[in-house]
């Protein structure tokens, strides 16, 4: 227990600024800080620095953090010790609520403490501040029709993007022969989609999420993939999205319905999400099918499936073997051709459930029918992402 000649009220008053005034119990605000030494005297000046850093960017809602010298956190602590101080205002939320206020007063934005346009970074440490614009998301399903257009950019190893080569001292510049100068292996729904959102909020680039991928080669039908396109950077927070809709369909090879802005939240959602797929996939056989042959595949309906990673992937993803749910399967087809259309759970590869790859898929279309099998044509036909659409309508 502490003695009397020790109780808080018997400590004589220590000179605080208002800031450090704040963090200690029946302290009056003074000019001299022997606390801080003055150093919180700058949070004027940084804030009016800070709000500077975010001119030409729109914004109307931020936030605040600091970084303060260790050496005045333990004093503070010090201090609250020695006079016995418990549950005490720390000294990063009174500098958070004066720069709030001071923010508050000097323009005609609101404080919002979670998803802000802008988090103002005040540093007392080096006597520097910075404006982190927060990224915007944009969200919808796509379809593709081609089938040489992959998922995300795919930069060209050879020039690593640039499109050219050479440059370094006496080296000339030439454009690189491996991409054609374009920096990039195939054209992507990634730059399709992604381009124009970018520049109609004006940002310095853009991250592609979605709920799984299909194969380069793969047509994406349906009702599409759900996907959210991050612009990073942007100086603008609103941009006519009917016009942006209209601009990317505007490329016959893709589609997507309405775009809406959501926050980073229902993006994790989105890519954390493993929904059942539906397939149509064009299969060639080596010998011509049989009656008999439509009962045996019908039987793999409900099946679950153990898949050791394709061979095909084998050079990127780790050789694992997986146990997938063939939630249901048909067949029609004649002669060496057969059309199967497959609803499986996510993350099951087709191409390999039809082919087997050299056993590596048990059982397969392949190893039932005792015959070679072969994916000529894949489409995805349904994401089954019911749970997706009931949550980005609220
Ligand atoms: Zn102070
Ligand atoms: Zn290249």
Redesign the pocket.
Known sequence: MPSFEHSPSNIPSMGLCSICAQTIKNESANAECSLCSGLFGNLETLSCMAIGKAEGYEWSTFSIGCIIPKKILVAQEALWLERGLENSRSIKNAINGAAREYILSKTAKKYSSRASDVLFLLDFERNSVSAQISPIFVFSHYKKYARDISQSIWH?K??AG??RLGGRGDEKICI?E??N???VMYESVEGIIGAPIRRAFEGEETAFHASGREDIDAVMRGSGRPFAIEVKNPRKRKADMHALQKEINRDVRIRVPSLSTVSQHFVKVVCSSHFEKEYEAEVSLEREIAKSDFKKILSLSGKTIWQQTPTRVLHRRADLQRKRKIISISAKGKGKKLTLRIRAQAGTYIKELVSSDSGRTKPSISGILGCKAIVEKLDVVKIHDEFLRRVSKK
Do not use: H, L, M, T
Request: aromatic share 0%.
């Open positions: 060209c050879k020039c640039n499109g690189c491996k991409c100068g374009k920096g």
